[in-house]
Every structure is written in structure tokens, then in C-alpha cells.
Nanobody
Framework: QVQLVESGGGWVQPGGSRRLSCAASRRGFGAKRRRWYRQAPGKERELVAASTRGGLTNYADSVKGRFTSARGNAENTVYLQMNSLKPEDTAVYYC???????????WGQGTQVTVSS
């Protein structure tokens, strides 16, 4: 079993920045993908960023050029750096760990990001 613990959410003014963290309770995973999702009130959960097999990250068009997902020095931590935030970025953000074998998905508890003046 793996726990993902998120932190870093909060209130930020438009144009500001915020960094989210997602720490897994252990290391040593096999083939995996690390993803970030978000869900705004009344909307479906949306994929924001997803790691690829080649070590790159794909981003939703709505955040491309503003958000960056990166792994920390410790294998078990990933970050989502969010810059030039807009009110429409307001949502609960979730990190996800997808393992290929055995196939399993783990989710963080979610962290609220509110962008408003």
C-alpha cells in the first residue's frame, strides 16, 4: 500500500505562483507514471500533467507554459510549480501514482488552490 500526501495549496492572487508537493510513503516503484489532476466545482476531473515513458511530461493546453511538474531529489516526491495563475485555475489538485505491475492507482488527498483578488 502506498500513501500520497499533498501539500502547498492555498490562496493566491491572479498572476501569482504556487508550488504543490506530493510525497509517496515509499520508494522503489517499477514502471510508473506520475500525474496531476484538478477538479473545479461543478466540473469533471481534468488531467493537468502526466509523465511519459521517455521521462518527459505532457501538459494540458490550458496550463502549458505556466505549469511545470518535476521530480524532487528524492524519488518519492514530485512537485507541480504553477506560475501566472488565473482564476480559472481554481480547483482541488490531486496527484496520482499509476503503477503498471501490478496495475494500481494511488491518489493524494487533494489540495485546494484558490486564485482570486
Amino acid at each position: 500500500q502506498v500513501q500520497l500526501v499533498e501539500s502547498g495549496g492555498g490562496w493566491v492572487q491572479p498572476g501569482g505562483s504556487r508550488r504543490l508537493s506530493c510525497a509517496a510513503s515509499r520508494r522503489g516503484f517499477g514502471a510508473k507514471r506520475r500525474r496531476w489532476y484538478r477538479q473545479a466545482p461543478g466540473k469533471e476531473r481534468e488531467l493537468v500533467a502526466a509523465s511519459t515513458r521517455g521521462g518527459l511530461t505532457n501538459y494540458a493546453d490550458s496550463v502549458k507554459g505556466r505549469f511545470t511538474s518535476a521530480r524532487g531529489n528524492a524519488e518519492n516526491t514530485v512537485y507541480l510549480q504553477m506560475n501566472s495563475l488565473k482564476p480559472e485555475d481554481t480547483a482541488v489538485y490531486y496527484c496520482n501514482l499509476h503503477l503498471f505491475w501490478p496495475p494500481e492507482d494511488y491518489w493524494g488527498q487533494g489540495t485546494q488552490v484558490t486564485v482570486s483578488s
